[in-house]
């Protein structure tokens, strides 16, 4: 069914393009999750490049904004039984496929999540949930972290969320709907978006905006009270707490 849903968007190729670091290096790094409700818990992150959106706030514009980023300085592409390989020198079992929008290179991403699977990793996607998972991917991922955009990202209209794509997900038990709150009103047109889709209220995620401590708290206080209220979960951002945001931790 979800086939029938594939988006033009899909970039079919046997390699998985990454985000490259300075070092040259792909941008797979071990770091605790910093949103969600697998947060604090110790992940390796495999952050890949390209995204449909350009949200104003993305605090990852070197993964898609070639205005302003080279291409060839910050995207490298990999085999997924390479960055299989990478993965395996961490010692742990819990992996986080983050970008950019992942499920641009589903197919491509396809062989590296059977064999985390096939291995015993917990594996999480984040997406921006405008593109729809293709079968094998919605099965084999253990968590999903969707991040619906809401008018503060600035995006246009038309891409901003795709109602038919979200509400697929409500039958997959751990999918979250993970909103990024930048002001009170934003809370309003969160809840009208997830009740239009009658998605579960306890699969529901506020966050506030922020890539700095400072910005993040001062957005904290107003938000944590609302959810505390109204009994909705609400999520930091431990990584911006933690690192300030700095890239790779
Ligand atoms: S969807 Fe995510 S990666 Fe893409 S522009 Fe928006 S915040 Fe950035």
Redesign the pocket.
């Known amino acids: 069914m979800l086939e029938k849903t594939k988006s033009k968007h899909l970039i079919d190729s046997g390699l998985v393009k990454l985000s490259k670091m300075s070092s040259g290096q792909p941008e797979i790094f071990i770091s605790v999750q910093g949103e969600g409700v697998f947060a604090g818990t110790p992940c390796i992150f495999i952050r890949l490049a390209l995204?449909?959106?350009?949200?104003s706030?993305?605090?990852?514009?070197y993964?898609?904004d070639w205005k302003n980023y080279q291409y060839a300085n910050h995207v490298t592409a990999l085999h997924g039984d390479d960055i299989y390989s990478i993965v395996k020198k961490y010692n742990h079992k819990h992996v986080v496929i983050t970008?950019?929008?992942p499920l641009l290179q589903q197919h491509a991403l396809q062989p590296l999540i059977t064999s985390l699977s096939q291995n015993d990793y917990t594996v999480e996607i984040?997406t921006?949930g405008t593109i729809a998972p293709i079968t094998p991917i919605f099965k084999l991922v253990n968590q999903w972290n969707i991040?619906p955009?809401l008018k503060n990202?600035g995006?246009s209209q038309n891409k901003q969320t795709a109602l038919e794509i979200l509400a697929t997900y409500k039958s997959h038990p751990n999918a979250y709907l993970k909103f990024?709150i930048v002001e009170q009103d934003d809370i309003s047109e969160a809840i009208r978006l997830a009740n239009s889709l009658s998605f579960p209220t306890d699969r529901l995620i506020f966050m506030p905006e922020g890539a700095s401590g400072p910005k993040l708290i001062n957005k904290s206080e107003w938000l944590r009270d609302y959810c505390i209220k109204s009994g909705l979960r609400y999520s930091s951002r431990l990584h911006v707490l933690l690192w300030q945001g700095v890239r790779g931790k």
């Open positions: 995204c449909n959106l350009s949200c706030w993305c605090d990852t514009k993964t898609w970008g950019g929008e984040e921006n991040s955009k990202a995006n990024v």
